[in-house]
């Protein structure tokens, strides 16, 4: 995110926790006095964080958006530190097995938000989307993710196939998501490092970015509806990686 607002208590509090030197004033709603907002003044005069106390039109004009909870964050950008390759050797590094998600297409915000906020529930290592076909982290996504955009590292390539080609070189299986695999997610075997690959919601994944994954599945459906919002899948998906994996750790079959 470049310099600009972030707002909503988790947005902020996740910024003030893991960068409080990139939020320049903290605006709150001085008719909020209970305990929530309390220890949030608190914890960002502790990192040493202007607090300006401004009324509610002032904080809906800053944020943008009227679903401010009362709290409002001027923010500086935070520092570019994560590319794949220091994801990726960083988590294999830790003795952790890698999984990524990767959204073609997906360009509104509020998806996006959620993607992020399953991403860190699910323990994703990183999010890839191409740059050219998608949307980057704004304060709309912020808000949504409720702190995961500054948690999980989003990362925007120039080309989405070349990307899915290096997770390969890392030893990734790349299982993509469409509506007509033979398969179901239920199917695999998903507990090696896999980078799990879904569309646009009504577009799904552009050709090029199909033909690179190793495999595709689908979710079974049973019910009236075609499809799953992309943040729903994501989080069935990414959960069954983490169940599988679950199950599979030494202490879960004793």
Avoid: W
């Amino acid at each position: 995110m470049s310099k600009g607002v972030l707002y909503g208590f988790h947005a902020v509090t996740v910024r003030l926790k893991i960068a409080p030197q990139t939020v320049r004033e903290v605006h709150v709603d001085p008719g909020r006095r209970d305990a929530r907002m309390r220890g949030f003044v608190a914890r960002a005069r502790e990192a040493g964080v202007t607090v300006v106390e401004s009324d509610d039109g002032r904080l809906g004009q800053l944020a943008g958006s009227p679903r401010h909870q009362g709290v409002v964050a001027r923010v500086e950008a935070l520092p570019a530190t994560h590319s794949l390759d220091a994801v990726l050797e960083r988590t294999l590094a830790g003795g952790e097995t890698p999984l990524v998600l990767a959204l073609d297409g997906v360009t509104d915000p509020h998806n996006l938000g959620a993607c992020l906020r399953v991403a860190d529930g699910a323990g994703a290592h990183a999010v890839l989307a191409p740059k050219d076909h998608a949307v980057g982290v704004n304060a709309t996504v912020a808000k949504v993710a409720s702190g995961a955009a500054e948690s999980v590292p989003y990362l925007m390539v120039t080309n989405l196939a070349r990307s899915l080609g290096e997770l390969k070189e890392y030893g990734l299986r790349v299982i993509g998501t469409s509506d007509t695999a033979e398969k179901t997610l239920y199917d695999l075997d998903l507990t090696g490092p896999v980078a799990l690959v879904l569309g646009a919601e009504g577009k799904g994944m552009r050709q090029l970015t199909r033909t690179t994954c190793d495999e595709l599945v689908r979710i079974p459906m049973q019910g009236v509806v075609e499809s799953l919002n992309v943040s729903v899948a994501a989080a069935v998906c990414l959960y069954e990686v983490r169940r599988q994996r679950l199950a599979g750790e030494p202490e879960a079959q004793s």
